[in-house]
């Protein structure tokens, strides 16, 4: 059932457009969304990737103004890696879509069993970071 439930999920949140951005842009965003100012080199370990590799992604979502480079204060050799006010809004309405592809679906389940899946949910999540916790891995690698 979970797996029915996620593959989905996973069609409903394709309605919701994530053009201009590939579905490794889009976790390179919310990655940056939860930790401004990483460096690329923690940035390709939180999305396990190589800094080519990473770079390139990061330079496709700064041609579309999606990400900002930042000298460090520190060490002007490194970069930090910032979204930028268009990728924070392309976030806000991707997920406000998302949101009311979901919302139509639940509108039509009755409401015992919303309430339901809300306290399963509500378990999930809890018990889903807590073993991202336990396991070491950091927020960037659960976006």
């Known amino acids: 059932m979970t797996s029915e439930a996620a593959e989905l999920l996973e069609v409903l949140w394709g309605r919701a457009s994530t053009a201009p951005v590939s579905a490794s842009q889009l976790r390179v965003l919310f990655i940056l969304e939860h930790n401004?100012?990483?460096?690329?080199?923690?940035?390709?370990?939180?999305?396990?990737?190589?800094?080519?590799?990473?770079?390139?992604?990061?330079?496709?979502?700064?041609?579309?103004?999606?990400?900002?480079?930042?000298?460090?204060?520190?060490?002007?050799?490194?970069?930090e890696l910032y979204l930028s006010r268009r990728g924070r809004a392309f976030l806000t309405d991707l997920r406000a879509r998302r949101e009311s592809a979901l919302q139509s679906v639940l509108e039509q389940m009755p409401t015992p069993q919303r309430s339901a899946l809300l306290k399963g949910l509500e378990a999930f999540c809890a018990a889903a970071a807590a073993q991202i916790h336990e396991d070491g891995g950091s927020a960037a690698r659960s976006a």
């Open 36 to 79: 401004e100012g990483i460096n690329l080199r923690t940035l390709a370990d939180a999305l396990g990737s190589t800094p080519p590799s990473t770079s390139r992604l990061c330079d496709r979502l700064q041609a579309v103004g999606f990400l900002e480079r930042r000298a460090a204060l520190a060490s002007r050799r490194e970069l």
